[in-house]
């Protein structure tokens, strides 16, 4: 088959997954994850870093480039742009220096190969108090008490994130935090979050529909 063969999102994403995990190893790769307003393609938690990852199939064009950048800036400790061979050539024009990319091309058996054009380095940009947000009430709740701090049960959620960054120190925080997110539950979140709410005497949220999950550990 031609290198030359278009490719898909929905041809990207699995073998991708495979080449994430033989790169990164112990991971938790979610999909459709939303940041904020927006939809990021790809967070992948690994025990010291929080990834971002865009995917640009050949059907992509650029459009909506620059504000997904602005918006994997704020939250992740470091970002990748996954491109189809139509945009290697011209995709280091488009996401900042400090973005890593990995291009994908189908081989002669038919297959999606993966290659770091540029591997990615710290985020200069992100911040602290935007990424503390992808945490939910119950895992804050964790942290503090993981860091024996008050539980501020009637405080609010704004609150709390506030006194996390302001006691505990990034080295010790953000490994904490990963880990919540690593073992996040999507299937009884909903149901931990309301028992939270319910024992503070706040009302219930309406339940949420969230996107498949691929989870890896090794």
């Known amino acids: 088959m031609s290198g ?5 999102d929905k041809d990207i994403r699995e073998p991708l997954f495979e080449f994430l995990e033989e790169t990164f190893g112990k991971a938790r790769i979610l999909e459709e994850k939303r940041a904020g307003r927006a939809v990021v393609d790809v967070m992948m938690i690994t025990p010291t ?7 640009k199939s050949d059907a992509d064009t ?16 470091r970002n990748i742009v996954v491109v189809g061979t139509s945009h290697a050539a011209h995709i280091e024009e488009h996401v900042p220096d ?8 189908v081989n002669e ?10 591997k990615p380095l710290d985020n200069p940009v992100m911040e602290e108090a935007v990424k503390i947000t992808l945490l939910w009430r119950p895992e804050l709740s964790n942290l503090l008490a993981r860091n024996d ?13 506030e ?4 006691k505990v120190a990034p080295e010790v925080l953000w490994p904490q935090a990963y880990m919540e997110l690593f073992e996040r539950d999507y299937t009884t979140i909903a149901q931990r979050i309301n028992a ?13 529909r969230y996107k498949r999950i691929k989870a890896s550990v090794k």
């Not at 870093?49 to 995917?55: F, N």
């Not at 006194?163 to 302001?166: F, H, I, S, T, Y």
């Not at 939270?196 to 949420?208: D, E, F, M, T, V």
């Open 109 to 118: 058996e038919g297959e999606a190969d993966f290659y770091f054009l540029r």
């Open 4 to 8: 030359k063969t278009i490719l898909y």
């Open 196 to 208: 939270y709410r319910i024992a503070n005497g706040q009302k219930k949220k309406k339940r949420k």
């Open 163 to 166: 006194k996390l960054l302001e």
């Open 98 to 105: 400090y973005w890593g990319i990995i291009t994908v091309e």
């Open 149 to 161: 701090l008050p539980a501020y049960k009637q405080k609010s959620k704004a609150f709390v994130q």
């Open 49 to 55: 870093i929080l990834y971002g990852i865009e995917i």
């Open 62 to 77: 650029y459009t909506r480039l620059s504000r997904q950048v602005s918006y994997y800036d704020r939250f992740f400790d």
